[in-house]
């Protein structure tokens, strides 16, 4: 059978769900590019992620209608598929979608056909039923009900609940169910935002603008990637959130002479500074593949004051120490300020890697502190929310390093920025104490 759009979207739930912390895009652009219709590659898309996003309350429908539950994986991610068409995707007529998920299951295993027909059938005949019991777990048991309503599991919500309290989380787990639209930040070395928004318009695009950085574009519908505006180094690809290290702290990277960028894949925050400032960036990540791409993208920006290094952070460098007047120190983390863009990650972590990951954080800072001069500053920054990566890692630290300040740390919370989620903290290292 030829790969179509199901049968594409199948293949890459199963391989996500069978091996942990796969990289979801570049596992979808293997399927992605054997697509040739742009509608169903949309399609494609809006099934990966809408299936991962709400699993949990796929299950559910699945599972009331199956007593016995589905021991099948493959089956059971026909069935989810299937689920989420039923549920979310109006345009697509139910006799299709059951037709479509039938078809796959003969390819699959034929002998369960008629048990995806029936379980689908039941599905959409029971439909009201189904959701009127769910909406009675609301009252008996509100963590449950949250967990399947909203698909995520349950000890992530409560350990975002200790962090924010339980409305707070509600509403940052709700946006994170959104889907994101493509963030892109002007490279303003080679163009102004004036003539960068007549030429998007020139190309027919759709865009909005965010309030906190004007040169951040949201592009509202079409795919700008493949468009000629990026070939000529006008764009880099950035969310709203990671842009703000630079943008509310330029005057510091202005004067800055070096600037270290410790784990800089896929390179933003390194771009961001080589627009602003005079001095010289040191640009490093672990993988040779994505150092590769890193200079790759500095050639089409057309930035010159920027060297790609591969670097373990973990590991202390000597030639960098006391060299850097900045160290930006993005560090590895759970990602859940990226689930709307990756819902794969709530299913691919749990509380034992928030612990690990503090730790690693914790490692990765104290070699950090000894790249700075006296006077110099670390921006630490993650990805995600809830307080062991961020405030607490930020505490440890300064337990451990008293000639070490707090200038400053701020949470961007998905919900109100309309963006990832997000944590910066400023570090001065004001000398020996």
Not at 403 to 429: R, V
Request: hydrophobic share 40%.
């Amino acid at each position: 059978m030829k790969i179509n759009t199901r049968k594409a979207a199948l293949l890459v739930i199963f391989e996500v769900e069978s091996r942990k912390n796969l990289q979801l895009d570049a596992v979808m652009e293997r399927y992605h590019q054997k697509l040739k219709n742009p509608k169903d590659r949309a399609l494609f898309v809006e099934l990966v992620h809408g299936v991962l996003r709400y699993k949990n309350l796929l299950d559910y429908y699945i599972n009331f209608v199956a007593k016995k539950g589905v021991k099948d994986k493959k089956i059971l991610n026909i069935l989810r598929i299937a689920t989420y068409e039923l549920l979310f995707l109006d345009k697509i007529p139910n006799y299709a979608t059951v037709n479509e998920a039938c078809e796959l299951a003969e390819v699959v295993n034929k002998s369960q056909k008629g048990f995806v027909n029936a379980v689908l059938r039941n599905i959409i005949r029971r439909k009201d039923e189904i959701e009127k019991a769910l909406e009675k777990l609301r009252d008996i048991n509100p963590k449950d009900f949250l967990s399947i309503k909203l698909s995520y599991p349950k000890f992530l919500i409560e350990y975002l609940e200790k962090s924010y309290g339980l409305d707070k989380t509600i509403k940052i787990l709700e946006f994170l169910n959104t889907k994101p639209l493509q963030s892109i930040k002007i490279n303003t070395r080679k163009i102004s935002r004036e003539e960068f928004l007549k030429k998007l318009e020139d190309c027919g695009y759709e865009y909005e603008l965010p309030e906190l950085n004007e040169e951040i574009i949201y592009i509202v519908k079409g795919n700008i990637k493949d468009n000629k505006l990026y070939k000529e180094g006008y764009f880099y690809f950035q969310d709203l959130a990671s842009s703000l290290i630079v943008k509310w702290n330029k005057d510091d990277f202005e004067k800055a002479g070096t600037i270290l960028d410790l784990c800089a894949a896929p390179g933003g925050k390194t771009f961001n500074c080589a627009e602003v400032t005079k001095g010289v960036i040191v640009s490093c990540d672990v993988n040779k593949a994505k150092v590769d791409l890193l200079r790759e993208n500095l050639l089409r920006l057309g930035f010159d004051n920027v060297i790609a290094a591969e670097n373990d952070a973990l590991i202390l460098n000597e030639d960098f120490v006391e060299k850097f007047d900045i160290v930006i120190a993005d560090l590895p983390c759970s990602g859940f300020g990226t689930i709307r863009k990756k819902p794969d990650i709530k299913w691919n972590k749990t509380k034992e890697d928030i612990e690990n990951l503090h730790e690693l954080q914790l490692k990765m800072l104290n070699n950090a502190a000894q790249y700075l001069k006296n006077g110099g500053i670390i921006f630490y920054s993650t990805c995600t929310l809830g307080y062991m990566e961020n405030e607490d890692t930020v505490s440890r630290f300064l337990e451990n390093h008293n000639d070490f300040n707090l200038i400053s740390q701020n949470t961007i919370f998905p919900d109100e920025y309309k963006c990832d989620g997000f944590f910066i903290a400023k570090l001065k290292k004001e000398g020996k104490v």
